[in-house]
């Protein structure tokens, strides 16, 4: 082997080294038990998959037993209250596929559940069976609005009798009995066997156009049930979070991944925009001209090192009212890391089946969920007393 060769080979492993240094890097903090990662697939019902994951946590928390709960029975059921919502409404509300965990329990606590074996079929688009919503919702959705927007002077129930037809053959029936390891049941005698109570569960956000310790229904389009949330400080709903995980609970999180730092390999990051230099060698300008997948590239290359913006009260509420920051997207935050630079991440469980760097795991930076969150869902037990005699939670 000659010194030339020697010299290329330790260049190349130098030059490695320092590509490889900022890789990221991470350490768990903590991590509390859930149930595995599922797919939504080509369907708008992350707000279906990620409560019911956070049910199934609940349940492994406080039986520790694995339960595979049907996210498509709680579509099938929402659906039906989201159209006649829609058309009591005459069309002034938004009938869409997205939702929210209060979604979930709404439904849950008025028809039941049933497991995934009482619906799911073998090659049908039901169940965890890798839906596919296209064409359902484009027979669906001019459906109800033809009868929302109709200008009959008097409906007939008929229309309902059309939904669920609809309903049913897309998303599979809803069983009305069933058998589950050896007992039958109804769906809401399932639910009540499974000790869930919908009362014990809260929805905590901060924004400061609604007065501090109070509720208020975010003004935010998926979440059409005007089911109200408790106002809370940044500072608080932060630590809300991190006492929760801390107590072994998981956490529901409702919010906003269409910025440039939430990335489809597994990363949720800030960025400050302000400082696009060290983003990519060159000025903000060019940074904003980049693909989403060039910016991911380019927040991967850049890992522990990549600029973050400073979380406030009044940032996270500027972004909000800009409409910078949105809600399009419900996940499961179930524990904590941190990198090899000391920044914190949230560990969250996502629907998107085994898919990127961390097989359906995102690390989500604090301040990410500090800026970004609309809302999160938890227990109460699960709120720090302090912040709970401010809401009156107990």
Avoid at 4 to 14: E, T
Avoid at 25 to 47: A, E, Y
Avoid at 153 to 181: H, M, N
Wanted: glycine share 8%; charged share 20%; hydrophobic share 35%.
């Amino acid at each position: 082997m000659n010194r030339l060769f020697l010299s290329v080979l330790l260049c190349s492993v130098l030059t490695m080294s320092a590509q490889n240094a900022d890789q990221l890097m991470f350490t768990t903090i903590l991590s509390n038990p859930i149930t595995p990662v599922k797919n939504q697939s080509r369907s708008g019902t992350c707000w279906d998959y990620a409560t019911i994951g956070f049910v199934e946590a609940e349940l492994l928390r406080t039986r520790g037993k694995v339960y595979d709960l049907s996210e498509m029975f709680v579509a099938n059921k929402d659906y039906v209250d989201c159209a006649e919502y829609h058309v009591r409404m005459h069309g002034c509300s938004r009938f869409s596929e997205g939702g929210s965990a209060d979604d979930v329990f709404a439904v849950i606590d008025r028809h039941g559940i049933c497991p995934e074996t009482a619906m799911a079929g073998p090659g049908e688009m039901i169940g965890d069976t890798l839906a596919n919503f296209t064409e359902f919702f484009k027979t669906l959705t001019p459906y109800v609005e033809a009868i929302a927007k109709s200008e009959s002077t008097k409906l007939t129930s008929q229309w309902r009798v059309g939904l669920q037809g609809i309903l049913d053959a897309y998303l599979g029936t809803c069983p009305e009995r069933f058998a589950y390891e050896g007992k039958e049941y109804t769906p809401q005698s399932f639910y009540q066997s499974l000790g869930i109570n919908k009362n014990d569960f809260v929805s905590i956000t901060s924004f400061t156009h609604h007065p501090f310790y109070e509720q208020f229904v975010i003004e935010a389009p998926y979440k059409w049930r005007p089911r109200p949330s408790y106002n809370v400080t940044l500072d608080e709903m932060m630590s809300t979070i991190d006492y929760a995980l801390q107590r072994g609970h998981t956490v529901a999180w409702g919010g906003d991944v269409s910025e440039d730092g939430f990335t489809r390999t597994g990363l949720g990051v800030a960025c400050d925009i302000a400082h696009a230099d060290d983003l990519t060698g060159s000025d903000a300008a060019r940074w904003l001209k980049l693909s989403k997948q060039e910016k991911a590239e380019s927040l991967k290359r850049l890992g522990a090192k990549t600029p973050e913006l400073v979380a406030t009260q009044e940032l996270r509420q500027e972004r909000f009212d800009n409409w910078q920051s949105t809600y399009d997207h419900v996940m499961l935050i179930f524990g904590i890391a941190r990198d090899q630079n000391g920044r914190e991440y949230y560990m969250v469980k996502n629907s998107w089946g085994d898919t990127g760097d961390y097989h359906g795991i995102w690390y989500m930076t604090k301040t990410y969920m500090a800026l970004n969150t609309t809302y999160i869902f938890l227990n109460k037990d699960a709120v720090p007393n302090a912040v709970s005699k401010k809401l009156k939670l107990k």
